[in-house]
C-alpha cells in the first residue's frame, strides 16, 4: 500500500496567499462597484453582455459552442469532477489533497451562495433568450466553480510534470476557465464582471486552500515549500 503515495511538492506557500489576496481585493472591488450601481461599470457590463449575445444569436456555432461549454463547467460537472478527483486522492492515500480539493469547491460554493443574496443583482434580460438560469447574477456560479475546481487541480499536479507537459496543461486549464466565463456571457446569463468576480474568487479558494494545506496533518502528502 505505501508504495501508492507519492510526495506532492505544493507551490510556496507565500505566493499561494499573495495570489489568494488579489483575487479576494478584486473579488471585494467589483463588488462594491455592483453594489452602488457605478455608471461606468453599468454601462460597459450592458454594452459587452449586448454585443456577445448578439453575435451568438447571429451565429448558431457559437450559440452551440457556448452551451456545451456552459455544460461542462455547470456546478453539476464541478460536483461530479470534485467527488472523483477526492477519490482517486484518497485511493493513492494523500488525505490532505482530498481535503484541500473538497475544501476549495465547498468554500466556493458558500461563498457564491451568500454573496448572491446579498448583492442581489439582476440577469441580463433579452427578448431572445439563448439560455435561462435562476438566482442572482452578481457572481457567475460556473465561472467560480470552474476556476476553484481546476484551479486547484493545476496546483496540485504542475510540480510532478516536466516542462513541456505542464505549460500545457497550464495552458489548457485557463483555457477551459476561461471559456466556460465567456460562455455565460455569450448566452446573455451573466454581465461580464459576474464572470470576473467569479474567476477572482474561484482562484482566490483554490490558492488559499492549497496554501492552507501546509497546516493540515501530514498524512499521504508531500511536503509543502513555505518560502
Known sequence: MNSRRTEIELPARAVLFRAAAVG???????WVLVGIRWAPLVSIDDRAVAGA??????????ATVSRVVTDLG??????????????????????????????ARLGELGTVAVVKLVADRARPSFAQPLATASGNSFPSGHS??????????????????ARGPRVAVVVAGIVFVVAVGAS???????????????????????????????????AGVGRTPTG
Not at 456546478?75 to 473538497?102: F, K, S
Not at 467560480?144 to 510534470?161: D, K, Q
Not at 446569463?189 to 497546516?215: E, M, N, Q, R, Y
Open 184 to 218: 455565460r456571457i455569450f448566452l446573455g446569463v451573466h454581465h461580464p464582471t459576474d464572470v470576473v468576480a467569479g474567476l477572482a474568487i474561484g482562484g482566490a479558494w483554490a490558492a488559499a486552500a492549497v496554501g492552507a494545506s501546509a497546516w493540515l496533518p501530514r
Open 24 to 30: 479576494l481585493v478584486v473579488f471585494v472591488t467589483l
Open 74 to 103: 455547470s456546478p453539476v460537472a464541478a460536483d461530479i469532477v470534485t467527488a472523483v478527483a477526492a477519490v482517486v486522492a484518497l485511493v493513492w492515500r494523500h488525505v490532505v489533497v482530498a481535503v484541500v480539493i473538497v475544501g
Open 53 to 62: 449575445h448578439g453575435l451568438a444569436v447571429d451565429h448558431a456555432w457559437l
Open 144 to 161: 467560480a466553480g470552474s476556476a476553484a475546481l481546476y484551479g486547484v487541480l493545476l496546483l496540485l499536479v504542475i510540480s510532478a510534470l
